[in-house]
């Protein structure tokens, strides 16, 4: 029964079986045990003496001496590396958990450390996230990532990391499409789907001089420096190429219930939420060809995989159990129903990873799930921004830019703010749009942050087209608004929202910078550049669209005007018509916007004329005219250096004009501004004087470049700006 | 040296070849030949491992990582302690960081280890949190703070971890003002005060059976486990009783301008922002009167100290070098300008401790001030709920509340939410209030959180008496309101304004609990209980004083009502009257409070009547009625299990009634709500039918509470409600 099963799992597993099954410890061959507890005395000192031999010879400064010191060590790890797991529980390794330090003596100072991830989905693009702050958090060494992604994930992350600007981290990515063909032929009960088996393609998708990889699932949590792990690679006998950490679950033992038939493993099998990849090996024994034998001739029997990638890999080491080198299991803590894993830790700092392999993910029941998840939160709100950090001593390539600026300059901070790249996360929530037949589409562009996020649901019943949102979060607010989205009827049942965080950094409100994140992410034709605090009519959406063809848009540079209104009333029961609104504008319920305080904004709409026209009509350009204009998605983008608020829609306008755009009203259009309490940033900044000197530098500095870039005709900017 | 060891080091590979090939394991002869074999191994690598620590210790005299050789190193190190900083870069203790571990195999595991900080004002109250998260983030070991404060400090802190509840972790608090005398006769020139100086009275203060403990300056931020420095008081001789880190800067060695005169010092002399102070052998060599002895010698030629204690501290150290544990300098890498820091860590993870010793504080210049400073921000912002985790493995009394509830109960998460203890920094911001000679003073008390935030100017110009304010933030949010509060000139100028933070968690708004807070920390005879977007009508302070007398509050039990209004616009010419308030009633620009929506609420004070009233007038109860009123400070509590939103001043009013309050409400008063954006909570959950029906069980339990309290007389209530 089990005990003969056990023996034979020992036998294959240890030629050499310095340790014995379990069940044969009970004979009387005593000098058995004699020996073991002599061989890991053994070990325990050596791994002593290689500890103080590598400190005598730092001490002494002769690196050498030290790595010698250190492959020896790696002899006697590796003897011991191949033991089974009751044994693993009292190795060297995890005895030198307590005493070793996080920083590997095995890992060279900034050498290059892979880890390889699939990730498909917008879901999985942000559980992702968590996973690389937990190893950015800890790590000490250079990272390549490589991701092997979806269109969507590939979008995401590509910008993300591109934005995210850490030094000493690579990311490349590889198209899981073309890899489809290689797996889709196998039939997968998963959940993960066909991605799921993905990882068995990774020794053809990676380049074939990548020799060793860390291959991880995106529901992993790093307590610790993955260079820890990095160095078990040194650890592997000549014959090992995959190292793996046992399944903590029954599931393999294939008793969970009546007729319950697992695929083939040794004993509980492995889990393939961490893997080390010794890529170079595999390709030399032909991994390629024996997976897929192992997988076809399995099938016959088993019709399909149940746990994906996972069943193929246990039945080819079944077959093939010299190529697996056990890992010990605090490297995946696997946080499933009935796992076994609390025998993997007495102390936290036995902890390396833990893995949320349970579907209930954070709900899982753990005796010590709260400490779990108090790490994965740690993570999952942590700033990003503050893991931008520079390696110690590992040369790195940053922006000079920083140091160019003068430090003394008064307006210091806005020419910063200018220089900061913020992290983007795009389509932080599920997307879904496809591009109308007619070529009319529009979407509604704005930009927000939190305490902005009460005018979403309304803005969703008033406009049913696409929208793209830029938000300006922090990490934590991020996850704020994550769960309202979540919870919200409204949000929930639009896909055609998307969603775009812009974390934040340093202390103005890049508005132009938000905006351009939503404006460059709209996926239509056209763009209706709108603002948060608006509710547009009701069937605007449709009315722009027809618009769009009246005027001819598509081969005139036009910018057509939806004319703008306020109410200073929260309970507005809104105008379902230009008549309505018009008498609610005598009755005094509405007003044109900013009628009480600036009414300049919006002059040249002639709302005077508005109230009687009946077609579109052509209005000049004047100073600090910034309406809400729908635009071919090609327009120029707004006008970065405008941090805060003041001119950061009009500074747009301007160019509009410049690019000699016709200012065309809409005559049966209109869009109502909603009340709010004033935002932080202008209370911030409109008193501080030193704020309005540097607007007003930026300004002259905006001039200057339009003049460059379009000339003589620019200079009536200039001069529209002096007369005011 | 170097070849004989090379020559051991190779002997020591031939050595290993000695284990046994496999093949022998089979025949039995064999087993006794292995053995014999093995034993000599072992004998060997023994003898090596002595042979190599003595190597090691005599190399550069340090404490490996066995307490033996550790004493043997220590008596080095007493004899490097005053040879110099060139000296002590290279001592092993530094190098060895590299391999040893963050858990130092010298503590034991749940050893209790004490730290004791000086700690007095708000400020510093607020900085020694973020010192105390970074320890809790790294420790595994019980601790016991020891805080020498000031009454303002004592209150701040005693509350706080009341109310954080970390596991393993105990407080005590000793009453600097009762130290004062012990140091108040020496003239000091530091920016600390005489607060600088109490570390010298430890011994004292401290309880007299303790035996060793950490003391800390609180711009100190942890990088790694504290045990490990504990760890290190098993490293002193039987001579040492104090451990430091050398000063980082010239300022000791005299030479930094023209007659620049410090006090004596070893060399650089040593920095006492962190501090091992061996008191058990302190107490013994009669240390109280050798510091006193030393520090009025040396006044009499150097008149005052420039830096506390520090001076005294070297002054003392010169004369009995003996008596100094020189620590590594990255146990206290100090963040001065000219600071001599970097030559203390090539390697992140050489970073034990940051000591923010510079006025500048985060800004201060330094190469590496960007990794400082993130690892400050990580603390600062951290969310501290996530540090209440359980010690592994370490005996721990947790309250058994949350076993008891049902988890199947349809009303768990509001239950849950009333044995949550959420966390709460009293006085978050400088405050000073002295209470008038008359006792007719009132405070507003009123809650928010972070969307509410532009009201506070609004309201601090309304009322210019003494207002307590609870918050409901996380600790991210705390730190982006203090930012607020510095900047705005209106709350800087405002000190008789208490900020109280109450931390977020759980998924309710605990709106009751956080008027608690508020009404608790209100320090007058009578509190008027207003929300935070009202404002009062200018005048009221003085009004409602008036009233207090008039109406004989002091000696009766009566509750005088503030009539609410409410307006729907933004930009309101605020009444400054009654009459300008009504005519603007019969303007339609302002209405009474939830005229729309809710009339119920404040019916009872009827309006109609208030119009032309002159005096005050008795109203009674009705059901759902919840004016604004003033009381006494003495007045029931809110009752905390109405948590999110609904019913919870309308229990509070219901309970003043059963309590037989007079309802008087007051002819010349009067308070305007002003409009904002529906907030989360509200359209989270008014959706929600769960809630709705959780908040009727609530409801239920609240009446059948106080007819327990109140008896037969309460059962009013109950039919009130039915009859609705």
Request: aromatic share 12%.
């Amino acid at each position: 029964g089990l005990c003969s099963d056990k023996v034979r799992f020992w036998k294959i597993k240890d030629g050499r079986s310095l340790l014995l099954p379990p069940c044969l410890v009970e004979t009387p061959e005593a000098h058995v045990l004699e020996r073991a507890v002599l061989e890991s005395r053994v070990r325990e000192v050596e791994e002593e003496n290689r500890q103080i031999r590598l400190q005598l010879s730092q001490a002494q400064g002769t690196a050498g001496q030290a790595a010698d010191v250190g492959n020896y060590g790696n002899a006697v790890w590796g003897a011991s590396a191949d033991t089974g797991p009751e044994d693993v529980e009292n190795t060297a390794e995890e005895r030198t958990n307590h005493t070793e330090c996080p920083r590997s003596p095995m890992v060279q100072k900034c050498e290059l450390i892979h880890v390889a991830c699939v990730c498909a989905g917008h879901n999985a693009s942000r559980d992702v996230v968590t996973l690389v702050k937990s190893i950015l958090f800890h790590r000490r060494n250079p990272l390549h990532f490589h991701f092997i992604t979806d269109a969507v994930a590939n979008q995401i992350l590509s910008l993300l990391f591109q934005s995210w600007m850490v030094p000493s981290v690579q990311v490349s990515f590889y198209d899981a499409d073309e890899l489809k063909s290689e797996v889709s032929w196998i039939p997968n009960k998963h959940y993960s789907g066909i991605y799921g088996l993905m990882k068995l393609t990774l020794t053809k998708a990676l380049p074939s001089d990548l020799t060793k990889v860390i291959v991880l699932d995106t529901d992993i949590t790093f307590a610790t420096d993955i260079a820890e792990l990095w160095a078990i690679f040194k650890k592997f006998t000549d014959k090992q190429v995959i190292g793996l950490v046992e399944n903590q679950s029954d599931w393999y033992l294939g008793n969970l219930w009546k007729n319950h038939k697992p695929w083939p493993a040794l004993g509980r099998g492995f889990n393939t939420g961490v893997i080390l990849l010794y890529l170079e090996r595999l390709r030399r024994i032909g991994w390629e060809q024996m997976w897929r034998l192992t997988a076809e001739r399995e099938l016959m029997s088993m019709l399909s995989t149940s746990l994906a990638d996972q069943d193929i890999f246990n039945a080819f080491i079944k077959q093939n159990p010299v190529l697996v080198h056990q890992l010990p299991c605090f490297w995946n803590v696997q946080l499933s129903d009935h796992t076994r894993s609390e025998q993997c830790y007495t102390e936290v700092s036995d902890l390396k990873v833990i893995h949320w392999n349970s579907p209930k993910k954070l709900r899982v029941k753990n005796k010590h799930v709260e400490f779990f998840r108090n790490l994965y939160l740690t993570f999952l709100e942590y700033d990003g921004n503050l893991l931008r950090r520079e390696l110690f001593g590992c040369p790195t390539q940053l922006q000079g830019a920083l140091e160019e600026l003068d430090e003394d300059d008064q307006c210091y901070d806005f020419r910063r703010e200018r220089i900061t790249v913020h992290r983007v996360h795009l389509y932080f929530l599920q997307y879904e749009y496809t591009l109308t037949g007619d070529e009319t589409d529009i979407t509604l562009v704005a930009q927000l942050s939190m305490d902005r996020l009460q005018m979403l649901e309304a803005i969703c019943k008033h406009w049913e087209g696409p929208i793209s949102l830029a938000l300006y979060m922090s990490d934590a607010e991020a996850q704020q608004f994550l769960r309202y989205a979540q919870a919200s009827e409204v949000l929930k049942n639009r896909k055609n929202v998307g969603y775009h965080i812009v974390y934040k950094e340093g202390q103005f409100y890049p508005v132009n910078l938000v905006r351009n994140v939503a404006l460059r992410n709209a996926n239509t034709p056209y763009v209706f550049l709108a603002d948060v605090d608006f509710l547009p009519m009701y069937g605007l959406y449709d009315y722009l669209r027809k618009s769009v063809v009246q005027l001819d848009m598509a081969h005139a540079k036009k910018a057509l005007v939806v004319p703008a209104f306020e109410t200073l009333r929260y309970r507005l029961s809104f105008p379902k018509s230009k008549a309505e609104l018009l008498s609610m504008l005598d009755m005094g319920t509405l007003y044109t916007f900013r009628y009480h305080v600036w009414t300049k904004g919006h002059a040249p709409t002639n709302y005077a004329k508005w109230r009687t026209a009946t077609t579109p009509y052509k209005v000049e350009w004047e100073a600090d005219f910034e309406p809400y204009v729908v635009v071919r998605r090609d327009c120029p983008e707004y006008d970065q250096r405008f941090v805060g608020f003041g001119w950061n829609k009009v500074s747009h306008i301007m160019e509009l004009d410049a690019q000699e755009y016709d200012l065309m009203i809409l005559p049966n259009a209109f869009m109502v501004h909603m009340p709010h309490a004033p935002s932080f940033d202008i209370s911030k900044f409109r008193s501080s004087p030193g704020y309005r000197y540097c607007l007003q530098t930026l300004k002259d500095e905006f001039h200057q470049d339009l003049s460059r870039k379009y000339g003589a005709a620019a200079l009536k900017y200039l001069t529209a700006q002096r007369n005011i």
